[in-house]
């Protein structure tokens, strides 16, 4: 049985963007399906500051039908396809007007992992002693995350808020010094902006999308 946590206001968004994106490690990511109820951990984010940052899709303004609700209020979710096939989900932080977004790289999963799995096409057997392999396989990435939690261009500018596709609170307290800072991944068309230290991940975490170097 899910026990539920008290979701994130939407004070918790409107903050400075690397604040957020830091703090959102340890949070759960919930999303209740016509699929089912899948939930996971956030372990892995990265910042993406529009208005000066090469590696947004917002850099400099640039307002779209594709980035327009990163213009809006924080707490909405800005979802966009890689290569045509999957999928990357972001949460719109920040102050009104200026296109500032968290993107969810990891998670690990918690409940509905079955269901993960199947939308993923990974076999668990839970039998197994070395089912732990195939689980954080699960969410260790953008893409394999929004496949595994059923999140697609559907829900493009869904309030985060709501009670859909929202964050709780998480199950333990997490300190400073339990998050490594690291330079963003996947970015290397961005200059400079690709040695920004904005990726925030959770120390010696086995589910995130690529380990992190002490």
Same mark, same amino acid.
């Given at each position: 049985?899910?026990?539920?946590?008290?979701?994130?206001?939407?004070?918790?968004?409107?903050?400075?963007?690397?604040?957020?994106?830091?703090?959102?490690?340890?949070?759960?990511?919930?999303?209740?399906?016509?699929?089912?109820?899948?939930?996971?951990?956030?372990?892995? =984010?990265?910042?993406?500051?529009?208005? #000066?940052? /090469? $590696?947004? *899709? @917002? %850099?400099?303004?640039?307002? =779209?039908?594709?980035?327009?609700?990163? #213009?809006? /209020? $924080?707490? *909405? @979710? %800005?979802?966009?396809?890689?290569?045509?096939?999957?999928?990357?989900?972001?949460?719109?932080?920040?102050?009104?007007?200026?296109?500032?977004?968290?993107?969810?790289?990891?998670?690990?999963?918690?409940?509905?992992?079955?269901?993960?799995?199947?939308?993923?096409?990974?076999?668990?057997?839970?039998?197994?002693?070395?089912?732990?392999?195939?689980?954080?396989?699960?969410?260790?990435?953008?893409?394999?995350?929004?496949?595994?939690?059923?999140?697609?261009?559907?829900?493009?500018?869904?309030?985060?808020?709501?009670?859909?596709?929202?964050?709780?609170?998480?199950?333990?307290?997490?300190?400073?010094?339990?998050?490594?800072?690291?330079?963003?991944?996947?970015?290397?068309?961005?200059?400079?902006?690709?040695?920004?230290?904005?990726?925030?991940?959770?120390?010696?975490?086995?589910?995130?999308?690529?380990?992190?170097?002490?």
């Amino acid at each position: 049985m899910y026990a539920p946590k008290p979701k994130l206001k939407r004070s918790f968004y409107s903050r400075d963007t690397l604040t957020v994106a830091r703090e959102l490690i340890g949070k759960r990511l919930v999303h209740r399906s016509e699929g089912g109820l899948t939930v996971g951990e956030i372990v892995e =984010t990265e910042a993406y500051i529009g208005p #000066f940052d /090469p $590696a947004s *899709h @917002a %850099y400099q303004g640039r307002r =779209t039908a594709r980035t327009e609700v990163q #213009f809006g /209020p $924080a707490g *909405h @979710a %800005y979802i966009y396809s890689v290569f045509g096939t999957n999928y990357c989900f972001d949460i719109t932080t920040g102050p009104l007007g200026r296109p500032e977004v968290v993107l969810i790289r990891a998670l690990r999963p918690l409940y509905g992992i079955e269901i993960m799995a199947k939308r993923r096409g990974i076999m668990l057997d839970t039998t197994s002693r070395s089912v732990e392999r195939p689980i954080r396989n699960l969410c260790n990435g953008p893409g394999k995350l929004c496949q595994a939690m059923g999140i697609t261009k559907k829900l493009y500018g869904i309030d985060v808020c709501g009670d859909i596709l929202y964050l709780e609170k998480g199950d333990r307290k997490i300190r400073p010094s339990d998050i490594a800072v690291t330079p963003r991944v996947g970015i290397d068309y961005a200059g400079e902006a690709k040695n920004y230290p904005w990726r925030f991940c959770l120390s010696d975490c086995i589910y995130v999308s690529r380990p992190v170097h002490h």
